[in-house]
């Protein structure tokens, strides 16, 4: 009786990622990252609808002890979203604490780099010290003027 309702449950999921456009080859992928943080919430006695942001970062951390690669430890958070999203959608649980969590991937910047102040004074010097263009007509000259 308990492995019907689970299985009407999984079939539910499924459904829920089908009618999103989700591939069966991505479904498949994204019932074994589920049902690994399942598993891992079942021995740390934590109930998956009601973890908590803390207990997320336990999760990851726990992943990166079994030697997880970042990329990998992406794609199941990103899969577990998808499963919180619907547990909201059908009213299993209040909140995605899921959304919450970013990785940052390898050699990626969050930031670009910065000029420095004299690399900065340089450009504007440079660009300043451009002789006047010849426009043709005072529209342009005033257009150019302002964009300056």
Known sequence: MLSEAKSRKAGSFKEYRQKKGYSEKSIRVQDSHVNSFK???????????????????????SEKERGIS????????????????????SGMTHQNIIKRIR?????????????????????YQDFSGLPAWNHGTATAKLLHQRTQ
């Open 70 to 89: 970042r990329q990998s430890i992406i794609r199941e958070i990103n899969s577990i979203r998808i499963y919180f999203d619907y547990l909201m959608e």
């Open 103 to 123: 990785i940052r991937q390898n050699g990626k910047k969050v930031l670009p780099e910065i000029l420095s102040t004299l690399q900065l004074e340089k450009i």
């Open 39 to 61: 598993s891992w919430c079942i021995r740390e006695n934590i109930n998956p609808s009601d973890i908590t942001y803390n207990q997320t970062l336990k999760f990851i951390d």
